[in-house]
Structure formats: C-alpha cells, structure tokens
C-alpha cells in the first residue's frame, strides 16, 4: 500500500518526473483529491531519483517567523528525516543529501546525510502560515520558492529548479481497488532493490505475476481473481480502520491510526526493533493518508474521528456540533478538516474543509471554548465555525496539532467528542 500510494502519486502529481518541485499557490481546494490533505497551508512537493547519484535539497531558514515543517521519506514512506522547525535544522535551514543504496564514498562537508534503501523518495513541505490571510500566503510562497533540488555532481554550479504549479487543477490520488492497483505495484519496483525484510512478499507478487524485469499481464481470470482480491482487501482495511484502534483520550471517539510498533519504526527504522514489521497497520495508515513523519507528536500530531458520541458513524444528511476545549496546547495552529469517508479525501465539489484557530471570523465562547458544526448547512450566525457536508453520505474528521504541547501527548488535555444535535 504505501508503495501503491506513493507511485500513483509520483504518477499523477510530478507527471513520472523527478528532482522538480509541484506546488499549490493557493490553499487547497476540492480538485486537489489527495488522501486526507490540509487546506490551511502551502504544499510544495517534489519526487527524487538516486539512480545517477545522491541528490541536494536545500531547505532555507526560517524568515519573520515563516515556518516550514516537512519531511523527506523513501518509496516506501519511511521517513528519512523530518526537516525545517521541527526536523534537524531546526529552521536554521540546511542542505540535505539522499544517498542512493549502494552509495559507499565519503559524505562532503556541509551536508546532512540521509542514507536511502530505495533510489525513490520524496519532500512534503508545509508552509506554515501564521494567519489566513493573503499576505500570509504570499510570504509562505516567497520562502518556497528559495527551497532548492540538484544532483549532488552539480554541487558547484547547480541548475535553477524547476517548480510547476498545480492549482485549479484536478488531481486524484485515491487508492485504486481494481486491477491498476498491481499495475501501479509492478511499476513501483522495477527499478528498486529487494530489501530483506521483504523476500517473503517477492515470493506472494511472483505467484500472481508481479516480477522485476518483466510485464505484468495476467490472462482475464486471473485479473477477475485479482480485482475480486484487492475488493476484499479494501473491506478487511476498512474493518480495521473503523474498528481496531483504542481511543486516544479515554472515554472519546477520538484515535490515532497507528499503532506504538508503526510510530517506534518510523522514527528508529525496522532495525531498531526487529521483534516486529508492522506491516498490517502501514497499509491502513497509507490507504487513507501519505508523508512519514519520524518524530510524531513534536511538529504535527494527529487524531482521527468517525463516529459522534453515541458511536453511531457520521451521517452527511444529520447536523453536529464539536465543543473545543479552551487553550488548545499548540504553538502553530490547530485545524479540523473533513473528509469524504468513502474516499478519505476532499468532497467534491464543497468550498469549505476546515475550522482552524486561523479561519477568519472565527467564533470563541467567552469561556474560551470553541464550538464547530458539521452538517448540510452552515448554522445562522455560526458561518466561519460550520464545515457542510455537501454531496457526500458520510464523513470522517482530522483534528491536526501544528506544534505539539506537550499537553496533548501526555492528554493532560483532551478533545471532546462531536455530538449530533439533529
């Protein structure tokens, strides 16, 4: 799944390019069909390719308190190492080098290595804003664009990079269950070495056809076999995904999707805790979202919410409303997005994604809580605190914390959960 996630995604987003940035210029709206985006900063993204050597990304620093907060991961969206505010820069901006895996010379001075198991890899890299303003957004953008991409033989005299702007355009990333899902694998590893920990898996794709070197063109049985198999996947990864968590604050709705043995191996890697692969709980995490962070719960945190506080799922067609407690312990912002639950991405169509501590108008209770509605239509005189459901059944929550108290891991503070009021 997460190598699935990241080829159709290299596919539809950087046009099979590489060593380029895509971009939105504006805030992301429904025509960006990615797997549970966020609408309140500036994505810029780029795909990397080590085969012909290791490759530079200069990060800048930080500029009147415009942040970047991102991450560079491998094909199979392990992070390599957080970079910008929170990653090892620290903001103080730096040149990170992606070495492919059989780099075995000396790493020049100035450069902050990142050792890859696979010669594919990728950057997301948020713009924090600090308001939701125009200006602000103008100001994310100018940092962006000094952000940097280059083979590391170019060092001297590197090349411009080459960013393309993908607003107002319509780019879907949805996992796909049927049988471009094998086409979308077979492509992802022809060019890649077979790591250890995943010689058993050569062996399942070879009996179904999927083999380096090789087309894949199963006969139309065995494609009928196929699409029948990834339908049942898509059911056993949905089961899971709404019913195998624990909540993250006792008593809620609200869950992390990931369990200790993901979050220790994303930020130790697979070898630090060989005891386990949990490889169950990555195809869930990647069939609904993308990007590794290595250090979760420092730069970004996240909690996800399907159903209201009787436990019944969200219905598109009932009204809710979530009570925010006061003194949300961020240093960044805090959001809460919906999404399409059949497709864990924007509603098609909608105007409106999120309520964040940045969203113009927003409403506050004198006691500092904060109250955000769900449902058809926006309440009167709650306009800036309703997300509609639009033309959708049901729907799914992300609570983001940008710049992570330490409050919210220890749960000294808690989200409330969404009640339905009709």
């Avoid at 060019?191 to 009996?207: I, N, T, V, Y």
């Avoid at 058809?376 to 309703?386: D, H, K, L, M, S």
Wanted: charged residues 25%; negative net charge; hydrophobic residues 35%.
């Amino acid at each position: 799944m997460p190598a699935v996630n990241f080829q159709l995604m290299r596919e539809t987003l950087a046009a099979g390019k590489t060593n380029q940035f895509v971009y939105w210029s504006k805030l992301l709206d429904w025509r960006n069909q990615t797997l549970t985006p966020n609408p309140d900063l500036i994505y810029y993204m780029a795909f990397f390719d080590t085969h012909d050597g290791p490759v530079v990304v200069e990060i800048p620093a930080e500029e009147d308190g415009q942040a970047l907060n991102g991450s560079i991961c491998n094909l199979w969206q392990v992070p390599l190492e957080d970079v910008g505010h929170f990653g090892v820069d620290e903001g103080r901006g730096g040149r990170y080098l992606i070495l492919p895996p059989d780099w075995d010379e000396d790493v020049p001075d100035g450069y902050i290595a990142l050792p890859g198991e696979t010669y594919g890899s990728y950057a997301l890299l948020r713009s924090v804003l600090e308001e939701g303003t125009q200006e602000a957004l103008d100001r994310g953008l100018e940092l962006c664009r000094k952000i940097r991409v280059y083979p590391l033989a170019e060092a001297a005299n590197p090349p411009a990079t080459s960013a393309r702007d993908l607003q107002g355009q319509v780019v879907d990333t949805t996992i796909p269950y049927d049988l471009s899902f094998y086409e979308l694998l077979h492509r992802a590893i022809q060019d890649e070495p077979l790591l250890a920990r995943d010689r058993p898996f050569e062996q399942m794709l070879e009996s179904i056809g999927i083999r380096k070197g090789e087309p894949f063109a199963p006969t139309a049985d065995d494609a009928a076999v196929l699409t029948d198999a990834v339908g049942e996947a898509h059911a056993w990864l949905k089961a899971e995904y709404e019913g195998s968590f624990e909540p993250f604050f006792n008593g809620t709705q609200w869950f992390f999707p990931g369990r200790q043995d993901f979050t220790d191996s994303q930020r130790d890697g697979f070898d630090a805790h060989p005891e386990g692969y949990p490889y169950p709980n990555r195809g869930v995490i990647y069939h609904m979202a993308f990007i590794g962070i290595r250090r979760l719960g420092i730069g970004q945190f996240y909690l996800v919410n399907l159903r209201d506080s009787d436990g019944a799922f969200f219905s598109s067609a009932a009204s809710y409303r979530m009570r925010l407690p006061a003194h949300v312990p961020v240093s960044q912002f805090w959001s809460v997005t919906m999404y399409d639950a059949r497709t864990h991405a924007f509603i098609r169509d909608n105007t409106k994604y999120s309520v964040s501590s940045q969203t113009p108008g927003l409403i506050t209770n004198d006691d500092g809580t904060v109250d955000v509605y769900f449902g058809p239509r926006a309440e009167p005189g709650q306009e800036a605190n309703t997300i509609e459901t639009g033309d959708s059944d049901a729907f799914e929550l992300m609570f983001r914390f940008y710049g992570v108290g330490k409050d919210v891991m220890t749960k000294q503070w808690a989200l409330s959960d969404v009640e339905r009021i009709y």
